[in-house]
């Protein structure tokens, strides 16, 4: 039985809802080629969004595509397009990550587990807010863990000493912004402030850096820095966040691949938990502070993502680029 044409309007709608995944600063780093023939969807890298101050490795291109990659897969089935992913496909194109060919569902079991994560694909938003003094039940811990796993990653729940390190390693982190300002050139790149808030489609506006935080040991990078951001205020943060590490095996391109992948799918199963979620790369961005942030116990591992986790505002939804800008047709 011959395959149906995939129509144009069903490939940007894929792309959109891949494109809504987290990515450092929201730079959003991918870019979508579409082989109608073949009925293939191949994921590039976009090197003019990468970060070489704060990002000189593409750890964090990698991890973003990755993300992209996974939301990509949750579309596509929910569409009816059951997806097969090959991972860095040719050796001698380092940009192309990977390559989704879209098969007919006909005669081929659903994958519900990916379908049901769909609804929180447009839900999902990082939220740089104070969240709840509450403990997360241990029965959702592990079903956050599970999503890990299935990625091929490894999701820990750090215990309290372990959380003073890493919540020191952040702190580290912050400070050697200050004795460094040219570490902060990508971030400054990346923030949108101003009337620029209002069109950008790309990096992070000013109406979501959250208010600023006066009290609190929760890890919440502050976006604008000294800069002033008109009517934002001061508040207090958790007192005992609720973090999370995300690791790999590795730490190559296809590790870094997975942990976005393992990444998205975590923080689907926390939207639809009604966890309100946000990201640090902070103390990961300098090499000899991730090795510190690895399990004191196993040793064992590459920290690729610090997530906190609680209950709390989900934050706003941060501009995306108009599909055409990121998709070719052909």
């Given at each position: 039985?011959?395959?149906?044409?995939?129509?144009?309007?069903?490939?940007?709608?894929?792309?959109?809802?891949?494109?809504?995944?987290?990515?450092?600063?929201?730079?959003?780093?991918?870019?979508?080629?579409?082989?109608?023939?073949?009925?293939?969807?191949?994921?590039?890298?976009?090197?003019?969004?990468?970060?070489?101050?704060?990002?000189?490795?593409?750890?964090?291109?990698?991890?973003?595509?990755?993300?992209?990659?996974?939301?990509?897969?949750?579309?596509?089935?929910?569409?009816?397009?059951?997806?097969?992913?090959?991972?860095?496909?040719?050796?001698?194109?380092?940009?192309?990550?990977?390559?989704?060919?879209?098969?007919?569902?006909?005669?081929?079991?659903?994958?519900?587990?990916?379908?049901?994560?769909?609804?929180?694909?447009?839900?999902?938003?990082?939220?740089?807010?104070?969240?709840?003094?509450?403990?997360?039940?241990?029965?959702?811990?592990?079903?956050?863990?599970?999503?890990?796993?299935?990625?091929?990653?490894?999701?820990?729940?750090?215990?309290?000493?372990?959380?003073?390190?890493?919540?020191?390693?952040?702190?580290?982190?912050?400070?050697?912004?200050?004795?460094?300002?040219?570490?902060?050139?990508?971030?400054?790149h990346w923030t949108r402030l101003g009337l620029e808030a209002d069109t950008a489609v790309d990096g992070v506006p000013e109406y979501a850096f959250g208010p600023r935080k006066r009290d609190g040991k929760a890890p919440v990078r502050d976006f604008a820095g000294r800069r002033?951001?008109?009517?934002?205020?001061?508040?207090?943060?958790?007192?005992?966040?609720?973090?999370?590490?995300?690791?790999?095996?590795?730490?190559?391109?296809?590790?870094?691949?997975?942990?976005?992948?393992?990444?998205?799918?975590?923080?689907?199963?926390?939207?639809?938990?009604?966890?309100?979620?946000?990201?640090?790369?902070?103390?990961?961005?300098?090499?000899?502070?991730?090795?510190?942030?690895?399990?004191?116990?196993?040793?064992?591992?590459?920290?690729?993502?610090?997530?906190?986790?609680?209950?709390?505002?989900?934050?706003?939804?941060?501009p995306r680029r108009p599909v055409p800008d990121v998709l070719e047709i052909v």
């Amino acid at each position: 039985m011959a395959s149906r044409r995939l129509d144009e309007k069903t490939v940007t709608s894929l792309v959109a809802e891949a494109a809504a995944a987290p990515s450092m600063h929201n730079a959003q780093p991918w870019r979508f080629r579409f082989l109608t023939g073949e009925r293939v969807l191949l994921l590039r890298a976009d090197p003019e969004r990468a970060m070489p101050r704060s990002d000189p490795d593409n750890r964090a291109l990698y991890i973003g595509c990755g993300a992209a990659l996974f939301n990509l897969r949750v579309a596509a089935v929910h569409a009816g397009l059951p997806p097969e992913v090959r991972l860095l496909p040719d050796p001698q194109d380092p940009l192309l990550l990977a390559s989704v060919h879209l098969a007919d569902e006909v005669g081929r079991q659903r994958d519900e587990e990916l379908a049901r994560l769909h609804p929180a694909i447009r839900e999902r938003h990082t939220s740089r807010h104070p969240f709840a003094e509450k403990d997360i039940p241990e029965n959702l811990r592990t079903t956050l863990q599970d999503a890990a796993e299935l990625e091929g990653a490894v999701l820990l729940f750090p215990g309290p000493w372990h959380t003073e390190t890493v919540l020191d390693l952040i702190h580290d982190a912050e400070s050697r912004d200050t004795l460094n300002p040219e570490t902060s050139e990508d971030l400054i790149h990346w923030t949108r402030l101003g009337l620029e808030a209002d069109t950008a489609v790309d990096g992070v506006p000013e109406y979501a850096f959250g208010p600023r935080k006066r009290d609190g040991k929760a890890p919440v990078r502050d976006f604008a820095g000294r800069r002033r951001v008109a009517d934002r205020g001061t508040t207090t943060f958790e007192h005992t966040p609720h973090l999370a590490l995300l690791s790999t095996p590795g730490d190559g391109p296809a590790d870094w691949l997975n942990a976005g992948q393992a990444l998205e799918r975590v923080l689907l199963e926390a939207t639809l938990a009604d966890l309100a979620t946000s990201l640090t790369s902070h103390a990961l961005e300098d090499r000899a502070l991730r090795l510190l942030a690895r399990d004191p116990v196993s040793g064992a591992g590459r920290v690729q993502m610090v997530l906190r986790l609680g209950y709390g505002p989900r934050g706003p939804a941060t501009p995306r680029r108009p599909v055409p800008d990121v998709l070719e047709i052909v």
